[in-house]
């Protein structure tokens, strides 16, 4: 028996997303105690995976299988995740679904006991971003999204910010950290943005930095080269919350490994004008 339209509804897909985030902060919350003692490895300069990453992952790829087993699953660490073998035959328009995981968004915070990190799921359906759930696992507030429906904070609803000074705006980024021939012209955009800006910040994990331009903590945020994972649920958050996310060309940013500069419509433009071609 196929799922009905009502298990392919925002609310119903959201439901989904956020039980798995949450089964996921739980590993993470849990280990959180030991993190500067945990055995890490590196993936490449400055990116770092533990078994605690491994370990939100699979619980929340656990559930997504039994909850939408007929859904495809794009995941930090394990990559591509074929649909559930117990998915029902003629599973129907689910397969259509794509759920896009960050296990833990904010590892090398997270390995330095720096309470800044995340989980951070975006699901995706034949029209795009439709729910986005990111939990921040240290303060414990939930963000959750859905296509047409706002964008809220522990269940209140959520707005960008109404400043349209950008000398009065604090803005978000994040450093190229892996790839060292970027560090040159990023610090140009940087230097432009300083001297315009209020301030910058920079704390490490891209979920909650997107979380934060939601919310109206920031007024806007980019940052050169992110991966699907990174990106999904924070994108609709923005747009939820009536902001613009594109990428560093201006075209609407796509879930995707890419660029992207978000904020209040008219921070995101200034931003833009000063980090364009970065």
């Known amino acids: 028996m196929g799922q009905s339209n009502d298990a392919l509804a925002p609310s119903a897909l959201l439901e989904v997303a956020l039980d798995a985030a949450r089964a996921g902060a739980a590993v993470v919350a849990a280990a959180a105690p030991r993190a500067?003692?945990?055995?890490?490895?590196?993936?490449?300069?400055?990116?770092?995976?533990?078994?605690?990453?491994l370990a939100s992952e699979a619980a929340i790829i656990e559930v997504i299988q039994a909850r939408a087993p007929g859904a495809s699953i794009l995941a930090e660490e394990r990559g591509a995740v074929a649909a559930s073998v117990h998915a029902p035959t003629g599973a129907g328009a689910q397969d259509t679904i794509r759920f896009v995981v960050d296990p833990l968004d904010g590892t090398t915070n997270f390995l330095h006991g720096y309470p800044e990190y995340a989980v951070s799921i975006g699901v995706l359906d034949s029209a795009g971003?439709?729910?986005?759930?990111?939990?921040?696992?240290a303060l414990g507030e939930v963000f959750t999204a859905t296509r047409g429906g706002g964008a809220f904070s522990n269940g209140k609803q959520i707005r960008v910010a109404s400043v349209e000074d950008p000398e009065r705006a604090l803005v978000g980024t994040g450093f190229p950290f892996t790839r060292a021939e970027q560090i040159e012209p990023y610090l140009t955009g940087l230097a432009r943005v300083m001297a315009g800006a209020a301030?910058?910040?920079?704390?490490?994990?891209?979920?909650?930095?997107?979380?934060?331009?939601?919310a109206g903590r920031f007024e806007a945020f980019w940052e050169a080269a992110l991966s699907p994972w990174d990106i999904a649920a924070g994108i609709l958050l923005v747009r939820e919350a009536g902001g613009v996310a594109t990428d560093l060309a201006g075209a609407p940013c796509e879930v995707k490994h890419t660029g992207i500069v978000a904020g209040n419509p008219a921070i995101h433009q200034w931003l833009m004008d000063q980090v364009r071609g970065h």
């Open 129 to 137: 971003l439709v729910a986005g759930v990111v939990i921040d696992v």
């Open 199 to 214: 301030g910058v910040r920079r704390a490490g994990a891209a979920a909650l930095d997107l979380a934060s331009v939601a």
């Open 36 to 53: 500067q003692t945990l055995v890490w490895h590196t993936k490449k300069r400055a990116d770092f995976v533990s078994e605690v990453d």
